[in-house]
């Protein structure tokens, strides 16, 4: 894939001149195409949309959708470009210019805020040198993006990276997740401070001993 140089006035810099499909992306299109009948494939636009993504990370370690992306979909849909393009700007989840290896996506709505949202976002904004939503640190290696409520509520505040949830988090953990990312040691997803699934904090308080007699 080559990279444009000449770019429209008010779009990103870099768009890949042409995009096709590789034998990984193939082999997951013909499982989702497999689901509609004949004459509904547009009801694949969302998978596939993922697929252009996820392919766009493995070539170039940047989760993104570009436009020539959105065309490869269209065409292998039979459905307008236009259609895509309205699919792909809807949704949130997915990224229409290059992002960091590291996409830190941090819910600060009401739930996340009241457990601490708001350390967790100084600490990624001082961890990274990043000011604002929707940049890259100087380095390529995160990107930062507010988001709405990531549906984890009961073990927030949340912080999203990539496809996986970190929860129960403050600005220590944070800090050291970070820094686990940076040395490519993402640690296992889930909650940081060791609790099992949504379970309370300090472990099980109910039905800890069996109540019953055994049988016989």
Known sequence: MSAETDAPPGQESYQPAS??????????????????PAGRQ??????????????????????WVPRAGMDAV??????PPIRVYEVATFYLMFNLRPIGKWHL????????????????????REATGIAGWGETSADGVFTMTEV??????????ILQVNDDFYEDMDAERTR???????????????????RQNSAPEG??????????APEG
């Open 74 to 79: 269209a065409a292998r849909l039979s459905m």
């Open 148 to 157: 709405e409520c990531v549906g984890a509520c009961v073990n927030a505040p």
């Open 176 to 194: 050291a997740l970070l820094a686990a990312l940076r040395d490519g040691k993402p640690p296992p997803m889930g909650s940081m401070i060791g």
């Open 19 to 36: 995009f096709a499909f590789d034998a990984a992306s193939e082999a997951e299109i013909a499982i989702h195409l497999a689901k509609y």
């Open 203 to 212: 472990g099980a308080t109910t039905l800890t001993t069996l109540a019953f």
């Open 105 to 124: 996506q941090l819910c600060t709505t009401t739930p996340c805020w009241l457990r601490g949202s708001d350390e967790v976002v100084r600490a990624c």
């Open 42 to 63: 547009a009801s694949a636009v969302i998978p596939l949309l993922y697929i252009v993504q996820t392919q766009m990370k493995r070539h170039t370690d940047s989760a």
